[in-house]
């Protein structure tokens, strides 16, 4: 039966490889999803034929609460997962990966409880390397519990501190240094009090280091406490002796280090800067800009459009609120028509998730060939005839290359401002999700059409269509 079991892990974690690897290109992702879904259904049901379970003098009480356990919280996910806008995609995420770091961090409870119900520390009770890596796992996973719940609060609204304290990073550092000792103690000498202290420092440390970011930020932050989820995963199955859980963790956190990593890159800042910067945490610019803003109506914007050589549309976190994609595609097959080149420029950063746009152009049939990455797109801007810009704000602003006095200076941006035209789409006159003002906005080139993002587009194809 061990033997059956070790195998059934060793296919499970075989399936999360092939799902991730094919997760890494829009054309697979679906496919990946699958394998990966299967790698786990795998894994949870060989849980039910392991000696722990089945030689357990309470197995009937667990194996109720494991049924009970996948119900509730399968029940609750598949109708979450059904109902839940596009929009709101990027706070499932963080909730369901604050999930996985508590699963972690409760496990480490567990055994640190069992360790002091033997009498002595987590190294007497579990081994030396074992408890360390029962510890870190318990600390770690609590941080990133708490951390992803302010994460889902700030991205869903429900939550606008940017400050608890004063001094809130030096009140952090202490936290954590208190935090460090309270895990040399368990490692000696573990009980009932010492034990609550720790995890309840943990969480109060996740919540505070999360609540100072700032909400352009949150994406990068989701993508690091996933790591750390994975991570603590990783160790807890150590712990458990589980394979498919050092595997599954180890999968995750390496791919969220990574992808942590690109999103720093694509901003062109450390992680240290994310959690300390405080980008988007102050209050919105009230400066009028270099000029006044220039508008354009839907049936001038459609004409230029209709008979532009090239045009790029730049998608944005507007575009998603607005549930603008499929009449946004509409419009492109309109051009298309008539013989116009359209292509879509996604910057790294766009949304509220990494592949946030990708996701919503895919749902509205937009083929993935029509699709270019920043890098791949910036040099086609000076040849085209009107750059479209529709909720995006930030990740177009000239101000990351000419202003160093910006906190977005330094941040790769998509070079809009170098097409011969650009219409932005957006609903008022306000500032980005950073608060920093946007000179594209004021600029000769540009030309502002002020609405919805669905009604603006509705406009743009009856515009083409009556040429």
Known sequence: MGLVIDASYLAAAILFIVGLKRM???VTARRGIVWAGLGMLLATLVTFGTPE???S???????????AGIAVGGGYAWISGKRVAMTDMPQMIAMYNG???GAAATIAAVELLKASEAGGGAEAYLGPDVAILAILGALIGAISFSGSIIAWAKLDGRLHLSRLLPGQHIVNALLAIVLLLFSVMLYFTTDLTSISIFFGLALVLGVFITVPVGGADMPVIISLFNALTGLAVGFEGYVLGNAAMIIA????GSAGSLLTHLMAVAMNRSVANVFFAGVGTGPASTDSGPGEMKEIQAQDAGILMAFANQAIIIPGYGMAVAQAQHKIWEL???LGERGVTVKFAIHPVAGRMPGHMNVLLAEAGVPYDMIYDMEDINADFSNTTVTLVIGA???????AKTDTTSPLYGMPILDAMDADNVIVIKRGRGAGFSGVENPLFFADNTRMLFGDGQKAASELIQAVKEL
């Not at 704000?393 to 101000?399: K, M, Q, T």
């Open 24 to 26: 890494s290109s829009p």
């Open 53 to 55: 379970l089945l030689e």
């Open 57 to 67: 003098e309470h197995f009937v009480t667990n194996l109720s609460l494991i049924l």
């Open 99 to 101: 999930m996985g770091g």
């Open 249 to 252: 963790g180890i999968v995750v």
């Open 332 to 334: 492109v097959q309109l």
């Open 393 to 399: 704000n930030d990740v177009v602003n000239p101000s």
